[in-house]
């Protein structure tokens, strides 16, 4: 394939994840109960995941709150509070060891452990986030697409044959999936969260525009795309009217 | 083609808007200065659009503000704060008028005005995203898709031949393009960020993995993929270890 946009996958995904360096710590050494952290912390931490990925990359070893806040755009505080939700991660006189945050940081978010996912809707989306993610490589294992339209059964996507709906209820059971990713309408999407929470599913990424009711047991992740581009033309509406940003 | 997850299109991003019922009341009747509105009422606005395009499509005619609560499982307090930043829609003790505020949610989205758009980075994400979107029938103009790979220079996507880079400053200016969506792999994409600014673009839609510094006169908003599906797992991983949802 030609150095083309399209191709770079990790890149673009960013899920540059060693997972041989992280098997050599296991993750019970996290000692905090997480009990008591908010979304909010959760959603900044793939964010701080990525800049430390980024200073890893570029070789640097210490970093303190006062230049992640530099480089990240947010108070050093909030640094620091978010990092004590975890119990701190080292003193921060010296700095925090950028290679131990990061690994620190990527089994908070799970990413020592195995998933194994499957894409349900094999349209454009499907399709493409199947062959955006170098899956297997991040501890994210693909492991099957299915659809309903009978046109697009066998057909392969990353070597994968698309299968009928008709197999996801044994598919699932039998190769303990863990994760769902839901590209298809909306219509279809609420039944099926509801057979895959019955046939044992633990998460959902929902890229289909429709809020799941799904029990407490069931983590689900919305991907509104529609949502995220009004936000967008509101705030250049707005800027426009107002001449700032908000 | 058959009716398959893939093919509708609409159902799946949601933006159901119609415009030439918009048309009839002009968006100047807009009272509510907007500077104070914070994000996260914004980041609500779409979500409320979304419920109450439904219930329109229900046929239903006045909705109160507990029951948005129960549909939307936020409080009914937080809708009527939400909704005064705007003015607050009308008299709650009758409830609110379904279109009405569907259509004022609507403006003030920006969904009322034509947004000319363009792709940049013509791989699986780019032209699933130009295959998704209805464009024109919301408001959306979906005017042209780039790539730096010479392969896909003159791939028609969505009767679009891929247009090279080399060729986007002018288009730019001379489509007068509102919005460009990024889905190129970060190493590009701040360079790309920095040209498209100087181009005169008004808002980024970015996908890739990697925030922009951009002025405060260009909007971004981001969709950070593997973010939100780090986000998944750490929720997974939480509820395993602690036996309940956070």
Request: net charge negative; hydrophobic share 40%.
């Amino acid at each position: 394939m030609e150095p083309g946009f399209g191709e770079p996958i990790d890149i673009f995904f960013g899920l540059r994840y060693d997972k041989k360096r992280l098997y050599m710590k296991l993750s019970e050494d996290r000692k905090v109960e997480s009990k008591e952290i908010s979304q909010a912390v959760i959603s900044r931490l793939p964010r701080y995941f990525r800049y430390l990925g980024e200073l890893k990359d570029e070789g640097i070893e210490r970093v303190s709150s006062q230049e992640l806040s530099d480089i990240m755009k947010v108070t050093a505080s909030q640094i620091r509070q978010d990092f004590n939700n975890f119990g701190g991660f080292g003193q921060q006189g010296y700095g925090y060891k950028v290679e131990y945050l990061y690994e620190e940081i990527g089994k908070i978010l799970g990413l020592d452990k195995e998933h194994r996912l499957i894409i349900i809707g094999a349209g454009n989306l499907g399709q493409a986030l199947a062959n955006y993610m170098n899956f297997e490589r991040r501890g994210f294992i693909f492991r099957g697409i299915f659809d309903n339209n009978p046109s697009l059964y066998g057909k392969r996507i990353r070597d994968m044959a698309v299968r009928p709906m008709e197999e996801l209820a044994d598919f699932v059971k039998e190769n303990n999936i863990d994760i769902a990713v839901l590209t298809i309408p909306k219509n279809s999407a609420v039944a099926v969260a509801e057979q895959l929470v019955r046939d044992g599913i633990k998460g959902i990424w929902n890229f289909a525009h429709v809020d799941l009711n799904v029990p407490e047991s069931i983590q689900v992740e919305n991907v509104h795309l529609s949502d995220s581009l009004m936000k967008l033309t509101y705030n250049i509406i707005s800027y426009e009217q107002d001449g700032r940003k908000l």
